[in-house]
């Protein structure tokens, strides 16, 4: 299992809204494999090096702040316990007064920025975009769950089950008399297979955030059994009829890989219409400027933004946008995703064509805002 420290909205909104003097902020890719922690380790140091000119370069340092920072990366560098366990992709935010390193899943650009404030949009699109599934294998003798996502295929996460977990579909036929015991049909009765089905989810639910889909390959005597202790709240309700041992890696994939794409179309659909309906309703709007605007209103309820967009710009307290387009301003898009989130509004980072108009963004809105038509 890759080791992934997600965060939630409002440490999001921490580093969002931290400023100092120099923050640095450096993406780079990682590795899970121990043979190449070195290696991302000096990319590590080249990345704080070039931070450390970027720096020298400022004219508006305090004292000491950049020995502060520079510090404060080192001393992650040369943590040995952080650097036991990595994954995809490395965030790292550090300014004199605090260092945070984010080990992600998915694959991020290689980045060094120094400025008066973090730049959160590597993270803000990794944590926020959905699409990525798991799926349960489930048989008499095969309970095995995987992970697929945007750039990786399928990723064994162990299960930690009883070793004796394959004897619940099993049970004495002779009142305790004889040691050795017979299977009553395929997988024992309704009761060995509910309790059998139920340790398997708990190990599910455990390893599998809520918000991600679960794709189950089950045989036709564990299917309903599992469906009926389940508390997933992402189960799909279409499962795989081929045989869940008859499936290999590439069968999983590619399966996986259909039920995330029927899942986002029908997902996108559902959404288009519906923000179709609230458009007409003055309650739904494309364009940049109203966005912005119904941010600073706090009147967005959905925030649904490209992965890619590259827009830059800042946004008064009107909710007006100033320098957009001008290199040294923060990605417009971050700057409009933290007013919706610090109002309690959802945000989702997708791909550009399930957008619309060629808009960067979309907005749902919980009530009707002045704009200009």
């Known amino acids: 299992m890759l080791p992934a420290d997600i965060p939630d909205d409002a440490q999001v909104l921490d580093l969002m809204d ?11 890719a990682s590795s899970p494999l121990p043979q190449d922690h070195e290696r991302v380790r000096l990319a590590l140091r080249d990345a704080i090096d070039d931070a450390r000119r970027r720096i020298a370069q400022r004219d508006d340092l305090p004292h000491g702040a950049a020995q502060a920072v520079e510090a404060r990366l080192m001393s992650l560098l040369q943590d040995d316990d952080f650097w036991a366990h990595q994954s995809r992709s490395l965030v790292v935010f550090a300014s004199p007064g605090r260092v945070h390193a984010f ?7 290689d980045k060094v920025v120094v400025g008066d404030r973090f730049d959160t949009s590597r993270l803000l699109r990794t944590i926020a ?3 990525r599934i798991f799926v349960l294998q489930l048989s008499e003798r095969l309970a ?3 992970e697929v996502g945007p750039d990786h295929g399928p990723l064994e996460h162990p299960l930690d089950l009883p070793d004796d977990h394959e004897l619940m579909l099993r049970h004495a036929g002779n009142d305790g008399d004889a040691d050795r015991d017979r299977a009553r049909g395929a997988t024992g009765d309704r009761v060995e297979r ?3 089905c139920r340790t ?3 190990e599910v639910v455990r390893i599998v955030p809520g918000h991600v889909p679960l794709l189950l ?7 309903p059994a599992y469906r009926a202790v389940n508390t997933h709240p992402e189960l799909l309700e279409d499962g795989v009829e081929a045989h869940p041992e008859s499936l290999d890696d590439r069968d999983v994939e590619r399966l996986a890989r259909e039920a995330l794409d029927l899942l986002r179309a029908d997902e996108t659909a559902a959404w288009k219409e519906d923000f179709g309906t609230l458009r007409a309703q003055h309650r739904a709007t494309t364009r940049l400027s109203e966005v912005a605007a119904a941010a600073a209103s706090a009147a967005v309820d959905e925030l649904r933004f490209d992965l890619e967009s590259d827009v830059t710009g800042r946004i ?8 957009r387009g001008a290199p040294d301003a923060p990605p417009l898009v971050d700057e409009i995703a933290a007013r919706v989130l610090r109002t309690g509004g959802r945000v989702r980072a997708v791909r550009n064509g399930d957008l619309l108009d060629g808009s960067p963004l979309a907005a749902t809105l919980r009530f009707e805002v002045p704009m200009s038509r």
């Open 217 to 223: 390959a089950a045989t036709t005597e564990l299917a």
């Open 144 to 146: 095995r769950l995987t």
């Open 316 to 323: 008064d307290e009107f909710g007006n946008i100033l320098d």
């Open 129 to 131: 975009y959905p699409w």
């Open 194 to 196: 509910a309790r059998f």
């Open 18 to 28: 931290h400023r100092a003097v120099p923050s640095v902020t450096i993406a780079l």
């Open 200 to 202: 398997v989810q708990d």
């Open 103 to 109: 080990r992600l899943a998915d694959r991020v650009g």
